[in-house]
């Protein structure tokens, strides 16, 4: 465990931030109306309140029992991913997660990396790390495409593109897709991005994601997605590299159920989401599709620190849902950006 100091933003921007948030009224409709819609079908997800608080007290107890044992597992998680096949690297802070992952693209003279969404990667800003050592990484979450796009950071955890209007996204699109018509239909919208991003999967020689859970006792990286995306950033290019936070691991496979539980529905008010990959190793005789190389990168950047700290602790059992974010009421008048981080 690492003694690496937690960064801390400083705030003097987010009043002037904030304030331009505030008068801008297309932003504070988008946000208004994404928030009222997310906190409605969430709700509906868990008609019974004794149900919801059942499953987030037991989700609790999984996440503060794998926390107590972090060390141990993080140790088991190792052995197991090493003894099926996937490489196993640490961290300790942005810039060395960031030059483990070139080193491993500069390896196979890589160009192309197409990107799953990952908010660790965000973290450590990967992809503008890349494009400076001439590296092209592509997001191909669709939200984190639209960001790309426009040049910004995603404004919410679960969905980066938020903010944006469906009118903004179709000029974005009609200047920067060749050849896309400019319509504010959404349906074609999505189409004109899937069929964008396409070729790029065939064309990459590295696939790069996230990771929703690991699973120490079986040595498995779960991916948790909606548009398939992940699953062809995972298996299309020759190698894998996923990068997540060490508090991401689990002990039990049998632990990712009751947070599988509750995380779409408390993200996105689905019942469970359209994929869920579970990838524990590359590709095998005999198999006809997989990386024939599969990479993790675990990420301290403070999380020891935290760690350490019996209250700044209960802070990494956090599964990601953005839920907070839904229901905040400050969040949904300013969004993401106003904070500054």
């Known amino acids: 465990m690492s003694t690496h100091p937690i960064t801390v933003h400083p705030a003097r ?31 509906a997800q868990f008609p019974d309140h004794n149900e919801l608080e059942a499953l987030r007290s037991l989700g609790e107890t999984v996440r503060q029992r794998c926390l107590a044992k972090l060390p141990q597992l993080l140790e088991t998680l190792e052995a197991q991913l090493t003894a099926n096949g996937v490489k196993v690297h640490w961290a300790e802070t942005p810039e060395e997660a960031n030059a483990i992952i070139h080193g491993l693209i500069a390896a196979r003279n890589g160009k192309l990396a197409v990107k799953g969404k990952s908010m660790v990667s965000e973290e450590t800003e990967l992809n503008h790390y890349l494009e400076a050592h001439g590296v092209q990484a592509v997001e191909s979450d669709m939200g984190e495409y639209i960001v790309q796009l ?21 000029t974005l699109f009609h200047d920067n897709i060749p050849a896309a018509p400019y319509t504010e239909d959404v349906d074609e919208l999505i189409q004109l991005g899937r069929n964008a991003l396409r070729g790029m999967y065939l064309k990459a020689d590295v696939g790069i994601s996230g990771v929703n859970f690991a699973v120490a006792e079986t040595g498995t990286l779960c991916l948790v997605e909606n548009e398939g995306n992940g699953r062809m950033c995972t298996t299309v290019p020759d ?55 599969v990479h993790l990168v675990l990420l301290d950047n403070g999380r020891s620190q935290a760690y350490a700290d019996e209250q700044l602790r209960k802070t990494l059992q956090c599964i990601r849902c953005g839920a907070c974010m839904n229901h905040c009421p400050v969040y949904s008048r300013i969004g993401g950006h106003a904070y500054g981080t």
Not at 153 to 158: E, F, L, N
Request: net charge positive; no cysteine.
């Open 13 to 43: 921007s987010f009043k002037a931030n904030s304030h331009d948030a505030v008068n801008d009224p297309h932003l504070r409709k988008s946000f208004r109306g994404a928030m009222d819609f997310l906190m409605a079908k969430r709700a």
């Open 150 to 170: 426009a040049g910004e950071k995603p404004s919410h955890i679960i969905m980066p593109a938020i903010h944006k209007t469906k009118a903004q996204i179709a």
């Open 239 to 293: 190698m894998h590299i996923a990068i997540t936070g060490i508090e991401k691991v689990v002990e039990k496979l049998s632990d990712v159920i009751p947070l599988y539980s509750i995380l779409p529905r408390s993200a996105t008010g689905q019942a469970i989401t359209t994929y869920f990959n579970m990838i524990s190793r590359p590709r095998q005789p005999g198999e006809k599709d997989g990386p024939r190389e």
